[in-house]
């Protein structure tokens, strides 16, 4: 007999999100020996897979799903990992200890760790609720938008991020007409120097797209119901049959929140400690949704932080706690250009232009009261592997060695270790 | 068909391998955790490079890209064996391949 009242489940330590954060967490727990029940708790229908391939390879039709899975199905049963999928957790009880789901069930928990990511931004403008404006966050978002490809030829993308213009990239090698739309007067505004902005701008015009900065959207026009266009604020109206939204996320953290749980100002992520736990008792929060004290007060969205608390997340659980001190890194793939990049160039005073003349590619060090803070590398993978070390130690080097082509980075890690 | 994977501890592990699948999710769907693989097979970030002992039969590799090349020379473990182990995809060629996960850079 079940009530809606009735905890019907019970957790020894219960995942709320079903990503690369969540997934990596469970992963951790038992590596590190967690012998307890684990539930995972995700509200897409499928298992978790890579979610970076869905503005990638997915999108291009270049690799099935199979293939993105992070582990086979039957990996997690033969773990002992419940897998709850298709179901949303709502609210937070932290006296109880519970979790009530959207389709009124709970569960109960030892342990809770928020693993949730965040949820895209929505256009605010008239228009935005025509079939055919889209977002990218997830595999059913993706799968949509495949399925109305043969049909479009003009897109819009609306936002000059890394997601939107992996997108681009992918949908103008699928030989659609795309325009890009940016509010800002460059593209990656907020992660990299105008040198990386100016570069990357460059090759998607000289790919054939329509990239139009220091613009915004005032309405997305449509035709019985569907989208039709897009009317930019100085009043061109850009012909489109799809919009795809890339302008951010919103951390999915109001349960955590209303539950009592301290965050960021402005309500930017869950605040935690170096291992990854909430003010709320035996509840963590890892990933795209978490802040750490101890960092740059931002929130860092990318594969490797999800990872790295992760299992920051499972070890602490399991009673092997190890803090964590994060370098961040990120990759981006557009076209047949790869971008690697190390640590935060937030805040940077200086940047250092390292750009082989007869090369592909270049690297652009940033630099904060003179020490190495960050380092963006476009195909320039060796740069990226030997200068993560300058990047790690926040070594202070001579500008004019940085950018001599002719010095490996390697040696000058080497002198400087 | 299947491989042997050594493990960072020396242990040797016989897995079965997944044709058309690489290396990589053949090792961590078995349930060994020591790559991290944090890119997914993207050749961004060298989380999962192993050594390739020995391939059976005089078989040979598939050469690496350039991109693999770089990420793997520039590693303090590379040796001349070393390979990402995302690149390498199971088939019949790579039947009973041993290989050793490198240290962690
Ligand atoms: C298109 C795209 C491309 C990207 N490319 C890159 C890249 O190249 N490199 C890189 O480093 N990073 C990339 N990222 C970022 C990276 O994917 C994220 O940083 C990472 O997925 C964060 O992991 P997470 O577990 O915190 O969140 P997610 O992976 O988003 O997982 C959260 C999960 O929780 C579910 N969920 C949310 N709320 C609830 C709830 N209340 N109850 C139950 N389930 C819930 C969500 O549906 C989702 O499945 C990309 C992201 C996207 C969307
Ligand atoms: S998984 Fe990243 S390079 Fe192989």
Redesign the pocket.
């Given at each position: 007999m079940t009530s809606a009242h009735s905890t019907i489940e019970h957790f020894d330590c219960l995942v709320?999100?079903?990503?690369?954060?969540?997934?990596e967490t469970v992963i951790a727990l038992r590596q590190a020996g967690f012998e307890g029940g684990i539930g995972l708790?995700?509200?897409?229908p499928v298992p978790?897979y890579e979610?970076?391939a869905?503005?990638?390879d997915y999108l291009a039709g270049k690799q099935d799903f199979e293939r993105l899975l992070l582990r086979p199905s039957e990996f997690w049963t033969k773990h002992g990992v419940t897998l709850r999928l298709g179901?949303?957790?709502?609210a937070v009880d932290p006296e109880a200890r519970t979790v009530t789901?959207d389709d009124h069930t709970t569960i109960g928990y030892g342990v809770l760790v928020w693993?949730?990511?965040?949820?895209p931004r929505a256009l605010t403008c008239p228009g935005n609720d025509l079939d055919g404006v889209r977002t990218?966050?997830?595999k059913a978002d993706c799968d949509r938008l495949i399925a109305v490809l043969p049909r479009s030829h003009h897109l819009a993308v609306i936002g000059g991020g890394?997601?939107g213009l992996?997108?681009a990239a992918v949908l103008r090698e699928l030989g659609k007409e795309v325009t890009i739309i940016e509010t800002l007067d460059r593209v990656l505004a907020r992660v990299a120097a105008e040198p990386v902005s100016r570069f990357f701008e460059a090759e998607h015009r000289s790919r054939g797209v329509d990239l139009r900065l220091g613009t915004g959207v005032t309405e997305i026009l449509g035709r019985e119901g569907a989208v039709s266009g897009v009317r930019l604020t100085d009043d061109t109206v850009i012909r489109a049959d799809q919009v795809i939204v890339g302008i951010g996320i919103e951390p999915?953290i109001q349960?955590l929140l209303r539950a009592g749980a301290e965050v960021a100002s402005g309500g930017t992520g869950v605040l935690v400690d170096d291992l990854c736990r909430t003010t709320l008792a035996d509840v963590y929060c890892?990933?795209?949704?978490a802040v750490m004290r101890s960092g740059p007060g931002v929130r860092i969205?990318?594969?490797?932080?999800?990872s790295e608390q992760a299992r920051t997340a499972g070890k602490a659980i399991s009673g092997h706690p190890q803090p964590l001190r994060l370098v961040p890194w990120?990759?981006?793939?557009q076209y047949d250009l790869r971008l690697q990049t190390i640590g935060l160039s937030l805040g940077h005073d200086q940047t250092v232009l390292r750009s082989d003349p007869g090369g592909r590619g270049f690297s652009l060090f940033y630099l904060k009261n003179g020490a190495v803070i960050a380092l963006d590398c476009i195909n320039a993978t060796r740069d990226y592997v030997q200068g993560r070390k300058l990047v790690e130690a926040g070594a202070h080097i001579d500008p004019a060695l940085l950018s001599d082509v002719r010095t490996p980075l390697k040696e000058i890690a080497a002198a400087t270790a | 068909m299947h491989f042997t994977v050594t493990t960072r501890d020396g242990v040797a592990h016989t897995v079965e391998g997944r044709e058309g699948t690489s290396l990589m999710q053949n090792i961590r769907n078995a349930g060994i955790e020591e790559l991290q693989a944090i890119?997914g097979g993207s050749i961004s970030c060298a989380t999962c490079h192993v050594y390739i002992d020995a391939l059976p039969g005089g078989a040979e590799l598939p050469p690496a890209s350039r991109d693999e090349g770089d990420l793997l020379d520039a590693s303090d473990y590379f040796e001349d064996n070393s390979r990402l182990s995302c690149q390498l995809i199971f088939g019949p060629q790579l039947d009973r391949v041993r290989v050793t996960i490198a240290p962690e850079d």
């Open positions: 709320v999100g079903g990503g690369h954060a969540g997934a708790l995700g509200d897409e978790p979610r970076p869905l503005s990638k179901r949303r957790g709502e789901c693993a949730a990511g965040g949820r990218l966050r997830n890394y997601i992996e997108a999915a349960p890892v990933g795209d949704c969205e990318s594969r490797q932080n999800a990120f990759w981006s793939h | 890119c």
